[in-house]
């Protein structure tokens, strides 16, 4: 039986302003403000993050999609493939194995962790969330990587979707906060409009932009709380809880 379930995280063990080098929360673990605002965990991946600038998930790993499925009973704890592939050391723990053929199909389950796979075929083992419709060979799965795993400052080539605004200073392969919700400062790529959408951009990383044609490729953000001057930093209310 699965218990993984959980409320909003009610004491932080982390302060919002802490970088740090151990895992004090679950990657994705929610915390609200009780002034609107709210907060999820993350792993940096790549360069360090900056303060008021928008980030997001690492870089989809097309080689873990599409996995040919192991036949797998109901209550078995891992889903394993005959497909190989290149991946460190519990790179997908936390992450997702989520069934896109038949049989199973449109199932997800957890993953808890997994060894060093070099061109080899891996076994997910699952946590506490246990295999609930038989697979077969036919089944297909993609591994995905927890979105809160490995966050970067957002590309102006959109490589993952927007996952949160840095607070503070995070150490690269430290652990900390993004914010995800209410009022937050964000350097702007063009003049914000009061009450108008924003959206990341596509010509400064970590930055926001104004609603442009663009708005359902580059991906919404949140709403101008004020205007804002090009190149400035300020007043955006996040819509991505």
């Given amino acids: ?43 940096v991946g790549g360069t360090d993050l900056i303060a008021g600038n928008l980030q997001q998930s690492q870089a989809q790993d097309t080689d873990t999609q599409d996995l040919t499925a192991v036949a797998a009973a109901v209550d078995d704890l891992a889903i394993v493939s005959t497909t190989t592939v290149t991946v460190t050391a519990n790179e997908y723990a936390e992450g997702f194995a989520l069934i896109s053929v038949t049989p199973g199909v449109g199932r997800q389950y957890k993953i ?6 070099t061109a080899a075929a891996p076994t997910f083992n699952l946590d506490n ?7 077969t060979t ?21 490589t993952g979707p927007p996952v949160g605004v840095a607070v503070s200073p995070l150490d690269d392969a430290d652990f900390g906060w993004l914010q995800v919700l209410g009022v937050t400062t964000v350097v702007a790529d ?16 970590g930055a926001v932009e104004p609603t442009t044609t663009t708005f359902t490729v580059q991906g919404f953000v949140g709403y101008a709380q004020t205007g804002v001057a090009t190149t400035e930093y300020g007043a955006v209310n996040l819509k991505l809880l």
């Fill in 112 to 117: 808890k962790g997994h060894i060093a796979y």
């Fill in 1 to 43: 039986m699965s218990n993984f379930l959980s409320g909003p995280v009610v004491v932080a063990a982390q302060s919002l302003n802490v970088t740090s080098v151990d895992q004090l929360h679950k990657l994705g673990e929610v915390i609200f403000a009780n002034d609107g605002r709210a907060y999820r965990y993350c792993e």
């Fill in 138 to 158: 036919i089944s297909r799965f993609d591994a995905l990587a927890n979105p809160y795993k490995g966050v970067i400052v957002a590309p102006t080539s959109r």
């Fill in 190 to 205: 063009g003049a914000l409009v009061i009450g108008e959408p924003v959206i990341r951009s596509d010509g400064v990383a």
């Fill in 129 to 135: 969330d246990s295999i609930r419709v038989a697979l």
